[in-house]
């Protein structure tokens, strides 16, 4: 399994940026795909997560603000950020785990994922 991430870069508050992650030699059909995002000397946390069967999982933070969504034919994930803030500034990781639903706060746990990318920068200025 493959994931690459892409889409980063820098913004000014207020702006808005889509970040892609392409899945390859992925055969599940049932699966929970995620993204994470870690600040230099913080947690990695998780940010939003969807499942085969569409549904998602938000943090708090960007409730309203964040889509996560996929293609299942191309098996590209999605995380469309709108009214970016600099709080938002990370490196973003896609992670994937196949054979299960995001049917819980299992979701945006980091140990949960197996699989995961390289990561893509994300900078929001003030």
């Known amino acids: 399994v493959q994931l690459v991430e892409s889409g980063g870069g820098a913004v000014q508050s207020g702006g808005s940026l889509r970040l892609s992650c392409a899945a390859s030699?992925?055969?599940?059909?049932?699966?929970?795909m995620a993204w994470f995002r870690q600040a230099p000397g913080k947690e990695r946390e998780g940010v939003a997560a969807i499942d085969s069967d569409d549904s998602t999982k938000y943090l708090d933070s960007v409730k309203g603000r964040f889509t996560i969504s996929q293609d299942n034919a191309k098996k590209m994930f999605y995380l469309q950020m709108n009214q970016l803030k600099p709080e938002d500034t990370a490196m973003y990781y896609c992670?994937?785990?196949?054979?299960?639903?995001?049917?819980?706060?299992?979701?945006?746990?980091?140990?949960?994922?197996?699989?995961w990318g390289q990561g893509t920068q994300v900078t929001v200025s003030s």
């Open positions: 030699g992925y055969s599940y059909s049932t699966y929970s």
């Open positions: 992670a994937a785990e196949g054979g299960r639903h995001c049917s819980g706060s299992w979701c945006l746990i980091r140990d949960e994922y197996t699989d």
